[in-house]
């Protein structure tokens, strides 16, 4: 009866035991077969999903280069429409130059046209002036009368007598002769006009060059109209 109890209590030990060590086998192969079959999958996933991400990102990476072509392209369009219009202006500035400087060729032409016209004019005006004066005989009580209104005039404007070379009265014109400075200019006579408007109305100027270089201002003084020639003659 011992020894029976004594197989039972064995047994009972060896078959839990037994069991134990089966479970336990059976888990770790099912462990181990669980990861041989996990780690492919985990690979085929891991690697999959690497390979999608590349994908994306060469995706991406194409279509910025498309974009980057396309705004190449158009900053060739507009460098292309640039240097065309600025061709243009250019052009367009030169042609206008052209056009100026033809302009200002004509203005200058035309300008030394009327120069050289009036000159004529005054000169052909101060000869028929000479020419009048000349032809007059003198009258003298009247041309003492307006030689005396001429130089108070002069003085009154302060016209130094060294400039004053000549003054010359006959029936009804006189003429005065006047020496100009080294440039050319005048004696200011701003008074003399008014001074002698009431006996001598009418004035006309005439300037001449002289031998030594120098210039001369002549004043011829009427108390008639002067009869000039016209412009045309």
């Not at 020496?179 to 005048?186: G, I």
Request: aromatic share 4%; glycine share 4%.
């Amino acid at each position: 009866m011992k020894l029976f109890h004594v197989f039972l209590i064995g047994s009972a030990v060896i078959v839990p035991a037994v069991t134990y060590v089966a479970l336990t086998s059976e888990t770790n192969q099912a462990e181990i077969h669980s990861t041989k079959l996990s780690s492919p999958i985990v690979e085929k996933l891991t690697v999959h999903g690497l390979a999608v991400k590349d994908d994306t990102k060469d995706g991406e990476f194409r279509e910025s280069l498309t974009a980057l072509g396309k705004e190449v392209s158009q900053l060739r369009a507009d460098l292309t429409s640039l240097r065309a219009e600025l061709q243009t202006k250019h052009l367009a500035q030169v042609s206008s130059a052209k056009v100026s400087e033809q302009d200002a060729a004509t203005d200058a032409q035309a300008l030394t046209e009327i120069r050289v016209k009036e000159e004529e004019r005054l000169q052909k005006q101060g000869e028929a002036l000479e020419a009048g004066f000349r032809q007059q005989t003198t009258d003298p009580d009247w041309s003492t009368k307006a030689k005396g209104l001429i130089q108070q005039a002069l003085a009154s404007d302060k016209v130094d007598s060294k400039n004053i070379i000549d003054v010359e009265c006959r029936t009804s014109m006189c003429r005065v002769e006047l020496a100009n400075d080294t440039n050319s200019n005048a004696p200011r006579i701003a008074e003399f006009p008014m001074k002698i408007s009431e006996e001598l109305p009418n004035i006309l100027v005439n300037q001449t060059d002289e031998s030594d270089g120098s210039t001369t201002t002549i004043l011829y003084l009427s108390k008639d109209d002067f009869v000039l020639p016209n412009s045309g003659g």
